[in-house]
């Protein structure tokens, strides 16, 4: 598999996962490291998979753009506290979240 172009290689150990039938699917930081086509075909992975093995995917991730394409619902987090929850709609015009997260303009 280390032979594979970095995309192929995380789907399957994503596929790897799935082999064992699991409930839960844990992914931490899956799009690390990708390029923006990679990370686009991961997202459709992610959703395909979902929605085909009818499973719960917990997502830990920092591009944002997969975060709102995949999720039904969203927790953020702030050093550790919960400032929001929501469908992604709603956490993205989060106010809390817009601050924590863009800034705050002085005036």
Partial sequence: SSSLPYGK???LEIARALAT???LLLLDEPAAGM???ETDELSQFI???KDS???TVFLIEHHMNLV???SDSIYVLDYGKT???GTP???QNNDRVIQAYLGVEEA
């Fill in 83 to 85: 400032i929001a929850y």
């Fill in 21 to 23: 039938g699991p409930r």
């Fill in 53 to 55: 093995f009818e499973l």
């Fill in 68 to 70: 709102m394409d995949i």
């Fill in 35 to 37: 390029n923006p086509k």
């Fill in 47 to 49: 959703v395909d998979i």
């Fill in 89 to 91: 709609a709603e956490v």
């Fill in 9 to 11: 290689q995380r789907r």
